[in-house]
């Protein structure tokens, strides 16, 4: 057979007799210089049949598989699956190849290895660096949108990636190269034929020849476009139920519950348990044992196993313990076990947390309200029902009926204006007696002989009994300008009060004194106005009342017990 000298009959010797199959090539690399016989009998051609032959002629009948297996064409047109590889002894002038054959075996795994790419979605390229050219998969370049079986040049596929994540791309590689290691990144590439973006994730690794160096690369890509945004749309509702969360004060949690621990996910939990986050959160058993109520402890334990149990919504409200304040705090807490199956015990609870505490002392001050709005309505109701009756078994006529029954109500109206300018805290007993006696007194309040004179600390009477004192207040005025001091123009009403410190909240001593009126005598008989001086101030205001009737003038000292401010009847608190 002839071909080129190998530079003796001992080379020649060992091409021939070479139990593998080997070929010279030209220096293109396109044909057959030379064969052995091992090969020629491989591909079923007698010796020096192969001589000058095209590689063409035994090109493939099937698209090729990994790690350089290729069909190649037998003399009789059979399939003969061979791994090919280049010789350590080729040179610029002599190029040998070397032909193996494959086993079935390992091209059936190799088929399966393809067809697992495929199906996961994963597209084969490798690149050259000598060329900078990439050679793709049919699914390679299917997800870049590329022609298949055509190289594609780096600087192409570059152009079309962002020109950060290109730079971060050749990072990584450079050093996956130096390293002999892995990588894996994730780009933006635009599609190559529609005009969408694509999002890729590919894997590589450097191929490391003899010598050290690394020729190029291999590796897969796969199109990750759904998965990111996917991933992308549950950001978008996590922070969205995360703002939601913080607008509406809600902490949110999760509890592991194997090994009892906790994830708080925001700040807000944090701040309803008074903790700093470099504290940590806390599990069920620190929960249950340190920071609840303790009269709440038993409660919670059962709504826990109680949700367990029937796989329902946990829903518990109880105190905690602030860390930062030491106060009580109202909590509700929702949530619901995850389970990994129906049949399986759960492995987290997952839920909020709210600080319901100031919205639970506005509802049980909106009760309180309510029951006190209803109580005061009554008596209101009540008194003027007295106020009718005594007033038409004292009235002469239907015109002193009407004079004296309106003059009372207008009083009472007084009253509450008074208490509803102070939503309903206190009336100032300075203002209830100014709004009685101001008609009658003089209009220059600093002359020494004025006809009113009031004198006193300010005094501020409760809800309580400012309605009574100030009915009261109106029944002595009303009697002094038809019978007393205020019935002629040179009779004075002096009234005087200050506050005794004995008692809850101390006493007020109230004296009402008349002069230079008529001369006055005890009544015949009594009216509405001695009965309510004498049994609502008693019995309402608990108070001891003095009543005196001497010829220079009409007398009434009061002491009555001060009852404390509740802050709680306030709806603007």
């Known amino acids: 057979m002839a071909g080129p000298d190998f530079g003796g009959d001992l080379h020649r010797l060992a091409f021939e007799l070479a139990a593998t199959g080997l070929a010279i090539l030209s220096p293109d690399g396109r044909s057959i210089v030379s064969a052995n016989t091992h090969l020629c009998s491989l591909l079923g051609h007698p010796p020096g049949a192969l001589l000058d032959r095209p590689l063409t002629d035994l090109g493939e009948v099937a698209h090729p598989l990994p790690d350089g297996i290729r069909f190649w064409r037998r003399a009789d047109g059979a399939a003969l699956p061979v791994r090919v590889r280049a ?34 979605g994963l597209g084969e390229w490798r690149w050259d660096r000598a060329s900078d050219l990439l050679t793709l998969s049919r699914r390679a370049a299917h997800i870049l949108g590329h022609t298949p079986g055509e190289a594609l040049a780096w600087a192409d596929l570059r152009a079309r990636i962002e020109a950060g994540d290109a730079i971060r791309i050749e990072r990584q590689m450079r050093e996956a190269a130096i390293a002999g290691q892995r990588y894996a990144i994730e780009f933006r590439v635009g599609h190559g034929i529609e005009d969408r973006l694509v999002w890729v994730s590919a894997r590589g690794q450097a191929i490391q020849a003899p010598d050290g160096s690394a020729p190029g690369m291999v590796g897969v890509i796969q199109d990750v476009t759904t998965r990111i945004a996917d991933r992308d749309a549950l950001r978008d509702r996590e922070q969205r139920l995360r703002i939601a969360a913080s607008l509406a004060d809600l902490g949110i949690f999760e509890w592991h519950m194997l090994d009892d621990r906790a994830i708080w996910e925001n700040e807000r939990m944090f701040a309803i348990f008074g903790r700093d986050p470099e504290d940590g959160p806390v599990g069920k058993r620190e929960f249950l044992d340190s920071l609840l109520h303790p009269d709440d402890r038993a409660a919670v334990r059962q709504a826990i196993s109680d949700a367990l149990r029937d796989d329902a919504i946990l829903h518990v409200t109880g105190r905690i313990r602030h860390a930062g304040d030491g106060t009580w705090r109202i909590i509700d807490l929702a949530g619901r076990f995850e389970r990994d199956a129906p049949d399986r015990l759960p492995r987290r609870l997952i839920g909020v ?5 100031d ?27 007295a106020i009718v009756s005594s007033t038409a078994r004292n009235a002469t006529s239907i015109n002193s009926f009407y004079q004296a029954f309106v003059g009372r109500i207008v009083s009472l109206a007084h009253t509450h204006a008074v208490l509803t300018g102070a939503t309903w805290q206190v009336a100032s007993l300075r203002d209830l007696l100014a709004n009685e006696l101001r008609p009658y007194a003089d209009d220059v309040p600093d002359i020494p002989d004025a006809r009113v004179t009031l004198t006193g600390p300010s005094v501020e009477l409760s809800s309580e009994i400012a309605v009574p004192i100030g009915m009261a207040i109106h029944e002595l005025t009303t009697n002094a300008a038809k019978y007393g001091a205020l ?14 410190p004995d008692g809850a909240n101390g006493t007020l001593r109230f004296a009402w004194r008349e002069r230079g009126g008529p001369p006055v005598k005890p009544p015949s008989r009594q009216g509405f106005g001695s009965r309510l001086l004498q049994r609502v101030l008693t019995t309402q205001v608990r108070a001891v009342v003095e009543i005196e009737y001497p010829p220079e003038g009409f007398r009434l000292t009061m002491r009555a017990p001060l009852s404390a401010r509740n802050d709680a009847l306030n709806p603007l608190a």
Do not use: C, F, M, Y
């Not at 080729?90 to 790419?117: F, G, K, T």
């Open 353 to 357: 947390v709210a600080d319901v505490t």
């Open 359 to 385: 919205r639970r002392i506005a509802e049980d001050r909106q009760n309180l309200l309510i029951r006190e709005l209803h109580h005061r309505v009554k008596n209101t109701l009540a008194t003027v029902q």
């Open 87 to 120: 010789s350590g002894q080729a040179s610029a002038a002599l190029r040998v190849i070397v032909v193996e054959p494959v086993d079935e075996d390992e091209i059936v795994r190799a088929e399966q290895n393809r067809d697992a790419l495929t199906a996961a």
């Open 487 to 500: 019935s002629t123009g040179s009779g004075r009403v002096a009234v005087t009060w200050d506050v005794e």
